[in-house]
C-alpha cells in the first residue's frame, strides 16, 4: 500500500492537471448519484406521507380582516364548524434560543374527536376537552426533543415563558420526515406571538370533514367573517394532497422516478467516461516508457487500476463531506426530506467504482496497442 501511494504522489507531481481532473469528476459522479438518489428517495416517501396525512374531503381556505380585530373574534368565528369538523390554522413558526431556529406551527380546533388526526407515532393525540379548554399541550416531531426536559417522567416544553406538557411524537418512526420540526398545538392555547400574527394577517387554515367536502361549514364561516368585517377577503380551494409542493407531486409518479434516475446515471457515467479517457491519453507517453524498459501489459494495467482505485477512495471521502454539508441546504431549499443513507452512498460508490473500471478498459487497451518505438520517435 505504501508504494502505490508512493506511486500516487510521484504520478500527481507529473500529471497534476490530470489527477486533479479525474478527482473532480469521480467527485461529481459520486454526488449526482448520492444526492440523485437520495432525493429520488425522499421526494417519493414525501409524496406518501403528505398524501397519506392529508384529509380526504379539505378545503384551503384563506381570509383576512380589513380593520383591526382580536384573535377572539377569529376563534368565535372558527367555533362555528359542525361537529365532523376541524380546523389546521398554519403559516406561523415558533423561535426557540436554544436551537436558533424557527420551528413551523400548526394549530389545531375541532368540536369531536375525529376519524382524521395529524400523524404521530408515539402518545396520543389531542381530546375534545383539551381543545375546548385551551389546555397546554403540544405534540412535536422527533428534532425538538432535545429541547424538552422531563419533570415526574413527563417531558414538558417551555414556549414563550409557558409549560407545555409534550403528549405525542408527529410524523414516521425512524424515518426522517417534513414534520420532524414540526408543533403542533390547541389553536385555543397558541402562544401570544402566534395570536398578534393572526390578528394583524387573518387566517390560513385547512378546513376538513369526515364525510363529506365542508362546503357548509365554509359558508357558515364566511358569513360568520362577513357579519364582522363586510369587506374582508375571503379564498378557498379544494386541497389535493401533492398541491402543496409541485415538485414531491410530480415524483409521486413512478415514470418521473424512472427517468430522473436514468438521467442522473446517464450523466454520470458521461463524465466518468471522459475524465478516464482524457486521463489515459495522458498517460500515453509514460505506457510507452515503461513497456520499453521491460513492463508488461498486465502491469502497466494494474499501475493504473491501482492509482485509479486511489484517488476515487479519495474522491469518496471528499463527496461524502460535500453531501452531509449540502444535504440540508437542498433538503430547505426544495422542501423535501433527504438524508444520506447508507443504501444510496454504497449505490454511488458501487456504481462510480464499475463505470470507472468499464471507461478504462478501452483506453488501457488501446494504449497497450502503441509500441514503445512510436513513443520514443516522439
Given at each position: 500500500?505504501?508504494?502505490?501511494?508512493t506511486?500516487?504522489?510521484?504520478?500527481?507531481?507529473?500529471?497534476?492537471?490530470s489527477?486533479?481532473?479525474?478527482?473532480?469528476g469521480?467527485?461529481?459522479?459520486?454526488?449526482?448519484?448520492?444526492?440523485?438518489?437520495?432525493?429520488?428517495?425522499?421526494?417519493?416517501?414525501?409524496?406518501?406521507?403528505?398524501?397519506?396525512?392529508?384529509?380526504?374531503?379539505?378545503l384551503?381556505?384563506t381570509?383576512?380582516?380589513?380593520?383591526?380585530?382580536?384573535?377572539?373574534?377569529h376563534?368565535?368565528?372558527?367555533?362555528?364548524?359542525?361537529?365532523?369538523?376541524?380546523?389546521?390554522?398554519?403559516?406561523?413558526?415558533?423561535?426557540?434560543n436554544?436551537d436558533?431556529?424557527?420551528?413551523?406551527?400548526?394549530a389545531?380546533?375541532?368540536?369531536?374527536?375525529?376519524k382524521?388526526?395529524?400523524?404521530?407515532?408515539?402518545?396520543?393525540?389531542?381530546?375534545?376537552?383539551?381543545?375546548?379548554q385551551?389546555a397546554?399541550v403540544?405534540?412535536?416531531?422527533?428534532?425538538?426533543?432535545?429541547?424538552?426536559?422531563?419533570r415526574?417522567?413527563?417531558?414538558?416544553?417551555?414556549?414563550?415563558g409557558?409549560?407545555?406538557?409534550?403528549?405525542?411524537?408527529?410524523?414516521?418512526?425512524?424515518?426522517?420526515?417534513?414534520?420532524?420540526?414540526?408543533?403542533?398545538?390547541p389553536?385555543?392555547?397558541?402562544?401570544?406571538?402566534?395570536?398578534?400574527?393572526i390578528?394583524?394577517?387573518?387566517?390560513n387554515?385547512?378546513?376538513?370533514?369526515?364525510?363529506?367536502?365542508?362546503?357548509?361549514?365554509f359558508?357558515?364561516?364566511?358569513?360568520?367573517?362577513?357579519?364582522?368585517?363586510?369587506?374582508?377577503?375571503?379564498?378557498?380551494?379544494?386541497?389535493?394532497?401533492?398541491?402543496?409542493?409541485?415538485?414531491?407531486?410530480?415524483?409521486?409518479q413512478?415514470?418521473?422516478?424512472?427517468?430522473f434516475?436514468?438521467?442522473?446515471?446517464?450523466?454520470?457515467?458521461?463524465?466518468?467516461?471522459?475524465?478516464?479517457?482524457?486521463w489515459?491519453n495522458?498517460?500515453?507517453?509514460?505506457?510507452?516508457v515503461?513497456k520499453?524498459?521491460g513492463?508488461?501489459?498486465?502491469?502497466?494495467?494494474m499501475?493504473?487500476?491501482?492509482?485509479?482505485?486511489l484517488?476515487?477512495?479519495?474522491?469518496?471521502?471528499?463527496?461524502?463531506?460535500?453531501?452531509?454539508?449540502?444535504?440540508?441546504?437542498?433538503?430547505?431549499?426544495?422542501?423535501?426530506p433527504?438524508?444520506?443513507?447508507?443504501?444510496?452512498?454504497?449505490?454511488?460508490?458501487?456504481f462510480?467504482?464499475?463505470?470507472?473500471?468499464?471507461?478504462?478498459?478501452?483506453?488501457?487497451?488501446?494504449?497497450?496497442?502503441?509500441?514503445?518505438i512510436?513513443?520514443?520517435?516522439?
Open positions: 500500500m505504501y508504494k502505490i501511494i506511486l500516487l504522489k510521484r504520478q500527481f507531481i507529473a500529471h497534476t492537471v489527477i486533479i481532473f479525474l478527482l473532480i469521480f467527485i461529481v459522479s459520486i454526488l449526482l448519484i448520492s444526492i440523485g438518489t437520495s432525493a429520488v428517495f425522499g421526494l417519493k416517501q414525501a409524496a406518501i406521507m403528505k398524501e397519506n396525512a392529508t384529509p380526504q374531503n379539505a384551503a381556505m381570509y383576512a380582516f380589513s380593520k383591526k380585530s382580536s384573535f377572539d373574534d376563534l368565535e368565528i372558527i367555533k362555528n364548524i359542525s361537529v365532523n369538523s376541524g380546523v389546521m390554522v398554519g403559516n406561523h413558526s415558533l423561535y426557540f436554544e436558533k431556529s424557527k420551528h413551523p406551527l400548526t389545531i380546533f375541532f368540536q369531536k374527536e375525529s382524521w388526526t395529524y400523524p404521530y407515532y408515539d402518545g396520543r393525540y389531542f381530546k375534545t376537552s383539551e381543545i375546548d385551551g397546554s403540544i405534540l412535536i416531531g422527533k428534532n425538538l426533543l432535545g429541547l424538552t426536559h422531563k415526574d417522567g413527563i417531558k414538558y416544553l417551555d414556549i414563550e409557558e409549560e407545555y406538557e409534550v403528549i405525542g411524537l408527529i410524523g414516521v418512526k425512524n424515518q426522517y420526515t417534513t414534520w420532524d420540526s414540526r408543533i403542533l398545538m389553536l385555543t392555547s397558541v402562544p401570544e406571538s402566534t395570536r398578534s400574527e390578528e394583524s394577517s387573518g387566517c387554515m385547512i378546513l376538513y370533514n369526515d364525510e363529506k367536502l365542508p362546503m357548509d361549514d359558508n357558515t364561516l364566511k358569513d360568520k367573517i362577513l357579519q364582522v368585517d363586510k369587506d374582508a377577503m375571503i379564498t378557498a380551494e379544494e386541497l389535493n394532497a401533492g398541491s402543496e409542493n409541485i415538485i414531491i407531486d410530480l415524483f409521486a413512478k415514470d418521473s422516478l424512472v427517468i434516475t436514468l438521467l442522473v446515471y446517464v450523466i454520470a457515467l458521461i463524465n466518468l467516461v471522459n475524465i478516464t479517457s482524457y489515459i495522458d498517460r500515453r507517453y509514460e505506457i510507452g515503461r520499453a524498459f513492463h508488461t501489459n498486465i502491469q502497466v494495467a499501475m493504473l487500476f491501482s492509482e485509479m482505485f484517488v476515487l477512495l479519495t474522491g469518496c471521502i471528499i463527496a461524502l463531506v460535500l453531501h452531509m454539508l449540502l444535504n440540508q441546504i437542498l433538503s430547505n431549499m426544495l422542501d423535501y433527504s438524508a444520506v443513507t447508507y443504501v444510496n452512498w454504497l449505490t454511488a460508490i458501487l462510480t467504482m464499475a463505470s470507472s473500471l468499464a471507461a478504462t478498459i478501452i483506453p488501457i487497451i488501446k494504449a497497450m496497442k502503441i509500441q514503445p512510436e513513443i520514443m520517435r516522439k
